[in-house]
Every structure is written in structure tokens, then in C-alpha cells.
């Protein structure tokens, strides 16, 4: 994640607050390169305390080799545990909507099934979000069609 999207992901993360989506974890995945590793301490500056940034140490496994995906990719849960989302780029620029809008749906419906973990009083939070949901079908692909370039919508449990 760059700097700019360190940022752009703070500001997200306001947003939802503002708007009523609470107690949502965020995780930065730092690069293992050595430059990644050099600007640790400015992509942690670069967001609040409320978003957590992992530094992986240059011998263990990549983490996104073991999530089957790319750095600059968002892996978005549900309350349970379960991918609901896996975007990579294009569509993980957080200039666009797409990390905004799956979040909300990974927020406010039950796509994997019922999760015991459901925060109370949310409906009206999530009225107005879901009648937005059909605004993130699955977009049209162009170029190359390789795994990290589609909006993936999961059902199944990781």
C-alpha cells in the first residue's frame, strides 16, 4: 500500500465512522521488500492508531502468497472471519468505489451466511447501503483477465 492509499484509507475509515459503521478492523500488510521495509515508519504515520500496520520480517512466508494475493489487493471479512471480498487493482484504488461500497455490504448483509456477530441498532445505518448494492455488479473487465484484475464476490469460508 502506498503512502497516498495509507492516507486515502484513513480518510475511509473517518467516513464510515461518520456514517455509523463502527467497530470495522483495518490492516496495512507492509511489503517485504527492502525499500517497503525502509518506509515502515511513514506508511505507519501515515494513518490513525485505529488501522494496523503489519511488518512482515523478510524470512517468514509472504503473507499475500498465503491470502493468494497481490500487495495492493483489499481482502475484505465479514464479522465472522469470511472473505467476502477479494479486490485487487483496478478496482482497490481507493479513489474509486469499490473498497467503500464492499465494506458496506460486507457491513450490512449476510452474504456468508448468518454471523452471530452482528452489531445491534444497524439497520437503519444499513437501509440506505443496501439499496445501493446493485451499484457494485461485477464490472466488465478489460485488458487482461487475470485473477487480481476482477471484483471477486466470496462465499465460502477462509
Known amino acids: 500500500l502506498c503512502l ?3 492516507s486515502r484509507l484513513e480518510d475511509l475509515r ?9 467497530n470495522i478492523s483495518y490492516v496495512v500488510v507492509n511489503h517485504q521488500g527492502a525499500q517497503s521495509q ?11 492508531d ?7 520480517e523478510e524470512q517468514q512466508d ?6 493468494n494475493g497481490n500487495k495492493d489487493d483489499f481482502l475484505i471479512y ?7 471480498y477479494h479486490l ?12 467503500e461500497e464492499s465494506i458496506k455490504i460486507a457491513y450490512c448483509e449476510n452474504k456468508c451466511g448468518n454471523c452471530s ?3 445491534p441498532d444497524i439497520d437503519d445505518i444499513c437501509e440506505n447501503i443496501t439499496k445501493n448494492a446493485d451499484m457494485l455488479a461485477e464490472p466488465k473487465p478489460t485488458g487482461q483477465h487475470s485473477h487480481r484484475h476482477h471484483l471477486h464476490r466470496h462465499g465460502h469460508h477462509h
Open 62 to 67: 509472504d503473507v499475500w502468497t498465503t491470502l
Open 38 to 48: 525502509k518506509e515502515f515508519h511513514r506508511l505507519k504515520e501515515s494513518v490513525s
Open 88 to 99: 485487487g487493482l483496478p478496482y482497490s484504488f481507493l479513489h474509486l468505489q469499490y473498497v
Open 50 to 56: 485505529y488501522i494496523t500496520v503489519y511488518q512482515q
Open 117 to 119: 456477530y452482528m452489531e
Open 78 to 84: 465479514d464479522r465472522c472471519g469470511r472473505l467476502v
Open 14 to 22: 473517518v467516513k464510515l465512522v461518520n456514517e455509523g459503521l463502527v
Open 4 to 6: 497516498l492509499q495509507a
